[in-house]
Nanobody, 129 residues
Framework: QIQLVESGGDSAQSGGSLTLSCTFS????????IGWFRQVPEKERQGVAC????????EYASSVKGRFTISRDKGGITAYLQMNNLKPEDTGVYYC??????????????????????WGQGTQVSVSS
């Protein structure tokens, strides 16, 4: 059974940095596209960043482009989200998610939460001004 465990959530000041980790188990990590999503109360889960199974393709929400970097250990079991120049609007619960690359129908990445099959429990990020 595939499991995803996030870690690294914390409180930070505006302009600060945090790194989130997502540890994957239960299947071959290199077959799965990984996405990071953010959710705040009473709003839908929003795609933040995603990375292809090879690591060669990435996609970012416009609100984080240039500030966040997604990466993964090739041949390993962990994906990361490096978050720099944090802003209060980055506050939320961050989830990592996985989908078998074969399910993307030729796409390498997607920020659509609806296509991801496996989710972690989330980690809280709070950014104060």
């Amino acid at each position: 059974q595939i499991q995803l465990v996030e870690s690294g959530g914390d409180s930070a000041q505006s302009g600060g940095s945090l790194t989130l980790s997502c540890t994957f188990s239960g299947a071959t990590f290199d077959y799965y596209v990984i996405g990071w999503f953010r959710q705040v109360p009473e709003k839908e889960r929003q795609g933040v960043a995603c990375i292809s199974e090879t690591g060669r393709a990435t996609e970012y929400a416009s609100s984080v482009k240039g500030r966040f970097t997604i990466s993964r250990d090739k041949g390993g079991i962990t994906a990361y989200l490096q978050m720099n120049n944090l802003k209060p609007e980055d506050t939320g619960v961050y989830y990592c998610a996985a989908v078998d690359m074969a399910r993307l129908g030729g796409l390498q990445t997607s920020l659509d939460a609806g296509i991801y099959d496996f989710w972690g429990q989330g980690t809280q990020v709070s950014v104060s001004s």
